[in-house]
């Protein structure tokens, strides 16, 4: 079953946009891994959350807040929205500092645009690596909506709707010039193997490490995954090779209210 897609005709209202329809999908969860080191390999991300974030030794609080906000923002409510909204800006707000005169640090604010267009290009180019993997092709004009409504992801943070590259071949550029750019030093290196030791997190967290270490490894860009000091050889391969038969298998089987349970449960959290 392709993303999207309703489990009988009537399952539910028709949606809002293209991303309201995929969105929801758990799958997508696989690359969340990836999206956030490759957020931490932005210079001015990677020591705006070394130097202010406890997510390394609280990742579920990070990924639950994530999660809340993109299903807000493609699902929820106007109200939600709003308050998702007033969540984040006031997480971010004391997320700045000039850089350092020993020159450990960048300058950095989680209100900077173009920082935000960061963290919303590794949410989009995450999901379209799973996308790729597990669902059929998508037709030129669907993956162009979707893309352009990703968009959100960044400007309902503040960041300028043009600073959105304006089509997929745009991003493209963008994306392979922002991959140059990328840093990984000693402090962030360290939040990123801590991240994925899950040493403080419960345990049913650190049973599903594994996979999550498979995922988040095998599916960065080779040269940031050695910027990471983190290696992938052909078994690993092979094991990640399987987990995305198993998921294009799963996605055709399991029900939509087990696939979407994820969203239900962070709108739920999140309330009214």
């Not at 990703?150 to 493209?172: C, I, K, N, S, V």
Request: net charge positive; charged share 20%.
């Amino acid at each position: 079953m392709a993303a999207g897609t309703s489990d009988s005709p009537d399952a539910e209202a028709k949606p809002k946009s293209v991303l309201s329809r995929f969105a929801p999908e758990a799958v997508y969860l696989l690359g969340g891994g990836r999206a956030i080191l490759l957020q931490l390999a932005l210079p001015g991300v990677g020591h705006g959350v070394a130097r202010h974030s406890n997510f390394a030794v609280n990742p579920l609080g990070r990924l639950n807040g994530t999660l809340t906000y993109i299903y807000a923002l493609s699902n929820g409510t106007d109200a939600q929205r709003a308050k998702v909204r007033e969540i984040v800006n006031a997480a971010h707000a004391p997320v700045k500092a000039p850089s350092a005169k020993d020159g450990s640090h960048p300058a950095y604010s989680a209100r900077d645009p173009k920082l935000q267009l960061w963290v919303a290009a590794t949410l989009y180019d995450s999901a379209m690596t799973i996308q790729r993997a597990v669902f059929p092709p998508l037709d030129d004009d669907t993956a162009e909506e979707l893309y352009r409504d990703y968009a959100q992801l960044g400007t309902e943070l503040g960041m300028p709707a043009h600073l959105w590259p304006a089509t997929r071949a745009d991003f493209a550029e963008y994306w392979t010039e922002t991959l140059g750019q990328l840093r990984v030093d000693a402090p962030v290196r360290a939040v990123a193997h801590e991240l994925l030791a899950a040493k403080h997190a419960p345990l049913w967290i650190r049973a599903a490490m594994p996979l999550v270490r498979l995922m988040t490894i095998g599916l960065l860009p080779e040269p940031v995954r050695t910027m990471f000091g983190f290696s992938f050889g052909p078994r690993q391969q092979r094991c990640l090779n399987c987990v995305l038969r198993g998921a294009r298998f799963s996605m055709r089987i399991l029900p939509r209210r087990i696939r979407h349970f994820p969203m239900r449960y962070c709108l739920r959290r999140l309330g009214s």
